[in-house]
């Protein structure tokens, strides 16, 4: 099982990026994802997950009408489109996964997830 994000760098405040999570070694289309991320002496808090079938989507206030996650099952990977991006988004992004049954929504709790990839950092310069 691995999970592989990508897509961080540096950008200016008001920037965009497009972080990808690319999953391998297992059936994707059985996991819903999460993103989360964590800023130097912050605790990992949940940005954004996506269910199974990429019908429910959550996100945390905080990036709400900024960030937007979808998924291409056939790929094996979700997309988390980041906008208006600010300094305070600035963390090292991690995607995860957890296997879930068809009807269930996703949620943005760390500890329900099994799988993590390694994260990619994102840092928002004012």
């Known amino acids: 099982v691995q999970l592989q994000a990508s897509g961080g760098g540096l950008v200016q405040a008001g920037g965009s990026l497009r972080l990808s999570c690319a999953a391998s070694?297992?059936?994707?289309?059985?996991?819903?994802i999460g993103w989360f991320r964590q800023a130097p002496g912050k605790e990992r808090e949940g940005v954004s997950c996506?269910?199974?079938?990429?019908?429910?989507?959550d996100y945390a206030d905080s990036v709400k009408g900024r960030f937007t996650l979808s998924r291409d099952n056939a790929k094996k990977t979700a997309y988390l489109q980041v906008n208006s991006l600010r300094p305070e988004d600035t963390a090292v992004y991690y995607c995860?996964?957890?296997?879930?049954?068809?009807?269930?929504?996703?949620?943005?709790?760390?500890?329900?997830?099994?799988?993590w990839g390694q994260g990619t950092q994102v840092t928002v310069s004012s």
């Open positions: 995860a996964a957890v296997r879930t049954i068809l009807t269930v929504p996703c949620v943005l709790t760390a500890g329900r997830y099994n799988y």
């Open positions: 070694g297992f059936n994707f289309n059985e996991y819903a």
């Open positions: 996506i269910s199974r079938s990429g019908g429910r989507t």
